[in-house]
C-alpha cells in the first residue's frame, strides 16, 4: 500500500469513524466497501475524467462490493477555491448523466474552509483530510443508513463541531499532522 492510501485509510479510520464524525461509514469500512481511487492526474480535466470512471464503476457495481468511492487527488488541488471549482464541475457532471438522486459528492479537503469560518476555527477539521477528496455516494445506501440511524440526522453537524472542539492540540496533532496550525 502507498503512502496517499496509508494517510487515507488512518484519516478513514481514526479521524471519519474514530471520531464518529460520519456515523454511517464503519459498517461499509468493515465490509471493505469503500473504495480508494488515488488519481495521481495534475490537470483538471484527468481529475474530472478520473471522477466520471468512479461514478460510472459506482453506477455498474454492486454496493455490496463497493458501496462508496473516495477519489483521492495528491498531486493537485491544493487551492481550496480551485477545488470548490471541480466539486462544482462533479455536481454538473452528475445532473449531466442523469445521477441526481442516485449519487452525490461530499467534499473534504486539507485546507477546508466553511463559508463564514476562519480557517483556523474547529468546526472546518470536520472535512479537513490529508489530500483533496471527492467523496462519492450512493443516495440509496445513505438512504438506508439514514433509515436505521435512530438519532436526528440533523443533529449530526453539532456533534462533529463538539468533537473536533474538544481535541486538546496534541490529539489534533496526531489526528490532524498534515495541518501545519493543528498544534495552535
Known amino acids: 500500500m502507498n503512502t496517499v492510501e496509508t494517510q487515507m485509510n488512518t484519516w478513514l479510520d481514526d479521524v471519519v469513524i474514530g471520531l464518529n464524525l460520519c456515523p454511517f461509514a464503519a459498517k461499509p469500512r468493515r465490509n471493505q466497501q469503500i ?25 455498474h457495481v454492486d454496493s455490496a462490493i463497493t458501496d462508496t468511492t473516495v477519489v483521492v487527488v495528491p498531486n493537485a488541488l491544493a487551492d481550496f477555491e480551485h477545488y470548490l471549482d471541480l466539486i462544482d464541475a462533479t455536481e454538473a457532471m452528475i445532473d449531466h448523466y442523469n445521477w441526481r ?17 476562519a480557517p483556523e476555527d474547529s468546526e472546518n477539521l470536520t472535512n479537513r483530510s490529508p489530500y483533496p477528496c471527492f ?4 443516495e440509496a445506501s445513505m438512504s438506508r443508513a439514514l433509515d436505521h440511524y435512530g438519532q436526528d440526522p440533523d443533529l449530526i453537524p453539532a456533534h462533529n463541531i463538539a468533537s473536533v472542539s474538544a481535541l486538546t492540540p496534541s490529539q489534533r496533532q496526531i489526528l490532524f499532522p498534515w495541518i501545519n496550525d493543528a498544534q495552535d
Open 35 to 59: 473504495h480508494l481511487d488515488v488519481c495521481d492526474a495534475e490537470d483538471d480535466a484527468a481529475i474530472l475524467e478520473t471522477v466520471y470512471h468512479a461514478l460510472v464503476h459506482l453506477a
Open 101 to 117: 438522486g442516485i449519487f452525490q459528492v461530499a467534499s473534504f479537503h486539507p485546507n477546508y474552509c466553511f463559508e463564514g469560518c
Open 135 to 138: 467523496h462519492l455516494i450512493r
